[in-house]
């Protein structure tokens, strides 16, 4: 596993000491230029020395020097014969332009200046080993204090990284401490301006997980609620069934029992749609849905079943390009449930029309009926799961307009509730925002 406090140290580690290197080699190269133009200096007013006593001794004689001597001098009359020379064993040119110059003896590189006078040349030179020697102790002086200061340096950052990644170990052990019934979102109020990012993304998604599991644990109550009743009804008339004296009875109460399990088949696929109503739904890729071709599918799919209970069922309305940003199979389960619910309570003889149409800026599915309606004081209750209206005999799970309204809020649609053109039966309209004509 990669370890960023590492990766931190070996970084800054190695910049510091690319850094000093470099500002090593720049003191280095600084002091040899300091030192070289104050050692230039030196040749040159020895040579001027030299020529000033020369001349006020009437003569042109060098000095003694000692052998230890770091210079040589070499003095030449202007015939080029030698007046004095200060070092037997390193033998310089016998000729030299005015000024400084570089030379290659047998005892290496030297530095050489050359003053010429009237009648004789005097000529101070150098050794470059003890010129780069001077330079390196100047150097070394100077780089000293921070070459000193290395530990310190690297204790600092250290320390200062440790502290730098304080924060991120907090939340990874705040993280570490949420459990499915600890959901709570992490602080965001002082934690680093580069770290905040990663906490609000950490507490969306621990919002997410707590809508979810609040979700589940809904879902879960009311499957068990709404499953307990029919269990218990189709338990007691097996039952009635096994007591049966006649096979007419027998049958009559096995026929009863076949209702019930057609009931619970129809409650527990109310259930399945409801689940997949889930939050995390939303999450889902969304495309361009036609409504006029998806309520064609829809009328299609329940004519067999309509035309079974006698009711008229058709298309009634369908505009041209009604279309709207949505999920295809969602949309479809919700405009279904609306069908299925104007089926089971639309009488027989009776009618129901499906319509996709485009009304103010907005896509709209409707489904009018008629059936007995609903009471207006009663129109918003039968969103609530399991929700009956009282007084109808007609079998029911009572989630239907559950699901409608939990897939019409993930789209941002309005569903609403309303008496049919003539009076009697419903009408159920689902409201979208459009997508543009082309």
């Known amino acids: 596993m990669r370890s960023i406090r590492r990766q931190l140290l070996v970084a800054l580690l190695a910049s510091v000491l690319v850094a000093g290197s470099i500002a090593a080699a720049a003191v280095y190269q600084r002091a040899l230029e300091e030192s070289g133009a104050i050692l230039d200096y030196q040749l040159r007013q020895m040579a001027l020395s030299l020529r000033d006593s020369a001349i006020r001794g009437g003569g042109i004689q060098g000095p003694s020097y000692d052998t ?22 390193v033998e310089l040119p016998e000729a030299s332009p005015a000024g400084y110059s570089s030379v290659a003896t047998e005892a290496g590189q ?35 204090p921070f070459v000193l200061l290395v530990p310190l340096l690297l204790v600092l950052i250290w320390i200062f990284v440790a502290r730098g990644l304080k924060p991120l170990e907090a939340i990874a052990a705040a993280v570490k401490a949420r459990s499915a019934s ?19 993304s950490l507490n969306d998604l621990l919002a997410r997980l707590r809508r979810a599991l609040e979700h589940q644990r809904a879902f879960v109550a009311d499957a068990a609620h ?8 189709l338990n007691l ?15 009559a109460a096995f026929a009863t029992v076949k209702d019930g399990i057609t009931r619970t088949t129809h409650l527990v696929e109310q259930l399945l749609t409801l689940a997949r109503t889930d939050p995390e739904a939303a999450d889902r890729a969304m495309a361009p849905v036609d409504l006029g071709e998806l309520a064609s599918e829809v009328v299609a ?3 067999t079943i309509a035309e079974a209970h006698g009711i008229d069922l058709g298309l ?15 949309l479809k389960t919700l405009l279904s449930n609306l069908v299925d619910n104007a089926l089971r309570y639309t009488p027989r003889g009776g009618r129901v029309d499906a319509a996709a149409l485009r009304e103010n800026g907005d896509a709209v599915l409707e489904v009018t009926d008629t059936g007995p309606g609903i009471p207006a ?35 941002g649609a309005r569903v609403t509730l309303s008496d049919a053109p003539d009076g009697a039966g419903l009408r159920v309209r689902a409201a979208f925002r459009a997508l543009s004509s082309p």
């Open 68 to 89: 230890d001597f770091d210079f040589a001098i070499d003095i030449r009359a202007a015939d080029g014969s030698r007046l004095h020379y200060s070092r037997s064993r």
């Open 110 to 144: 030297w530095r050489l200046y050359t003053l010429l006078q009237p009648g004789f040349a005097v000529r101070v030179a150098q050794p470059m080993h003890l010129r780069n020697a001077i330079a390196a102790k100047a150097a070394l002086r100077t780089m000293t």
């Open 182 to 200: 600890s959901l709570q979102p992490l602080e965001e109020q002082r934690v680093p301006q580069e770290i905040a990012p990663v906490v609000v």
């Open 226 to 233: 709404a499953l307990r009743t029919p269990l218990a009804a």
């Open 237 to 251: 008339q097996i039952q009635l069934a096994e007591r049966a004296q006649t096979p007419e009875a027998r049958s």
């Open 301 to 303: 799919a329940y004519s």
């Open 316 to 330: 009634k309305r369908r505009d041209a390009g009604v279309a709207v940003t949505g999920q295809r199979d969602a």
């Open 377 to 411: 004081d009663e129109r918003e209750r039968v969103f609530d799961r399991f929700y009956r209206v009282g007084g109808n005999d007609v079998p029911g799970s009572g989630l239907g307009l559950a699901i409608v309204r939990s897939i019409a809020d993930r789209h």
